[in-house]
């Protein structure tokens, strides 16, 4: 077994063993609080925990998988998010052309990119090239009813679902000295610091949050959650080290650009569901909402630690 | 025989995980339990050829095995592929829609398969709605279906979105999130005459739309 391996293990092993100890604390809340099923805090906080159960699987099944899996599942991701973002813009029948290409062409391409490591084209293929030619093809429709809103929100739609989730999996194609073959670690570092965070904030907004951050985008998010949660997660991400290229100040700084980025995107995109009149994204994740409302913090944090590590530390 | 079935079998399931790919339809129910094991007649809005496809992949496995949808003979028994899908995938009544080809009554052929315990998927538009109108106005084959089987639970039950996914004329659907929203079944009641009663009708299904609530 090699290193990396060996280390892959140690850290699916330590989310297996958070989640039973999450587990335990869920059951013993549901004894204690809510016997017969009435208590809809103590019920979704269990939804949630099931649910943890298999993204954890899912993730760890990729990670083994190696760059196939991994590459594949944030596809599936995008893909899942994809959806969930068009049904709540103003596309139409007009449109139904340029969705097809959005989903069958543009989705698969930009992770074809990613796979043949052709950093130069996945860079530029969603902000240029998909970005003159997806408007055209709507023009070409005929129809001029809400034609920027339409194309607008479609690009919004690319970048946030496919362009920048598609840096998760690129993060494998960077060459770091002495940290060859372990970039699997590195995706992980990234996903756990930025779902600690979520989660953190949430807890510690649970049980000592008063004043609230941002009352007219999201009423749960508090000032101590934020404090909180950024700062626990940012002391557990510096000392999740060694499984990055990092000294351990270098993961708790990493650690602290990825748990704000988090913040801010998880803002952005109520901001969005705010306008859009929705609670959720979506529906498939019980106790969560939908695919994006898991992977709104991942979706900003993602591009900002792949440039970082980029420029600071990769040689290609 | 027995290997047409399993075909026709793993025809549904793969026919109801691609609708769920595609859509992620997720069940909504208002006011009837999906866990009786009751006769029902659901009744929904028509914009898509995929339409039953979506109320049957809603559907608790249970429910569905007993469900039969009505669907137009001149559309579901134009070619092979069509038959089997219609027949023996999704086991449909179909029924003649033009007046001057019926050799059988619809309607006679819709309460046929109610005595024999099955439960229907019918449209009562008659046809596929492709204005932009939430409804078209409804044809009369629900209100006698009701006058001559007046016990059966009618379910009203509103599709969203699947008209998005599969617009007139499209041949590739694109991925958007739909629902099938189940409302509270109604009864003909004995004096209401044909006309009132479809007014019912519609303000049962235009109730379940997010769309025409918005619009209030």
């Known amino acids: ?316 | 025989m027995h290997i047409c079935i399993w075909v026709a079998r793993g025809a549904g399931g793969a026919i109801v995980f691609f609708a769920r790919a595609v859509t992620a339809v997720q069940a909504v129910w208002t006011g009837t339990d999906p866990t009786l094991d009751r006769q029902r007649v659901y009744f929904a809005n028509h914009a898509s050829h995929g339409d039953f496809i979506l109320i049957w992949s809603a559907l608790p496995p249970r429910l569905r095995k007993k469900v039969r949808p009505v669907a137009g003979a001149d559309y579901w028994g134009r070619d092979r592929l069509r038959r089997f899908v219609g027949l023996d995938v999704f086991n449909a009544i179909l029924i003649a829609r033009n007046g001057d080809e019926r050799t059988v009554d619809p309607v006679a052929q819709m309460a046929g398969a109610l005595d024999q315990g099955a439960s229907l998927i019918v449209f009562p538009e008659g046809t596929r709605n492709l204005t932009d109108e939430l409804l078209l106005p409804l044809k009369s084959g629900l209100y006698h279906l009701a006058r001559s089987r007046p016990d059966i639970d009618l379910v009203p039950v509103w599709i969203e979105n699947l008209n998005r996914v599969l617009p007139k004329g499209a041949i590739i659907p694109v991925p958007l999130m739909c629902r099938v929203i189940f409302g509270a079944a109604l009864r003909l009641p004995p004096e209401d005459t044909r006309d009132e009663f479809l007014a019912r009708v519609r303000d049962a299904l235009l109730a379940l739309s997010p769309k025409a609530e918005a619009g209030r």
């Open chain 1, 1 to 316: 077994m090699t290193d990396t391996q060996s280390d892959l293990f140690v850290v699916i092993a330590g989310i297996g063993g958070v989640l039973v100890i999450a587990s335990l604390v869920g059951l013993v809340l549901k004894r204690r609080l809510s016997p017969d099923g009435r208590n809809e805090a103590i019920e979704n906080l269990n939804a949630r925990i099931r649910a943890w159960w298999v993204m954890a699987i899912a993730i760890s099944i990729a990670f083994l998988g190696d760059r196939t899996g991994v590459i594949i599942l944030f596809a599936l991701c995008s893909f899942a998010a994809l959806r969930e973002f068009m049904t709540l813009t103003n596309a139409t029948r007009a449109d139904h052309r340029s969705l097809a290409a959005v989903f069958f062409i543009v989705l698969p391409v930009q992770y074809y990119l990613v796979w043949v490591q052709w950093y130069g084209m996945f860079s530029i293929f969603i902000p240029i090239w998909v970005f003159l030619f997806l408007p055209i093809v709507s023009a070409l429709s005929g129809n001029t009813r809400n034609f920027l809103i339409r194309v607008a929100e479609m690009q919004w739609a690319l970048m946030i679902c496919v362009f920048c989730v598609s840096h998760v999996p690129a993060l494998l194609n960077l060459t770091i000295p002495g940290y060859e073959g372990r970039g699997v670690l590195l995706i992980a570092f990234l996903v756990i610091v930025v779902q600690l965070s979520d989660v953190l904030q949430y807890v510690w907004g649970k049980m000592v949050g008063r004043r609230k951050i941002a009352p007219l985008l999201s009423p749960s998010k508090t000032v101590e959650g934020f404090i909180g949660g950024s700062l626990s997660a940012t002391l557990i991400g510096a000392g999740l080290w060694w499984m990055t290229p990092f000294s351990p100040v270098q993961a708790g700084l990493m650690s602290f650009a990825i748990t704000l980025m988090g913040f801010l995107g998880g803002l952005v995109m109520s901001a969005i569901k705010r306008d859009r009149g929705v609670k959720d994204w979506g529906h498939s994740i019980a106790g969560h909402g939908g695919f994006i409302d898991r992977l709104d913090s991942v979706i900003f944090a993602a591009p900002v630690f792949f440039h970082l590590n980029r420029y600071f530390w990769s040689v290609t």
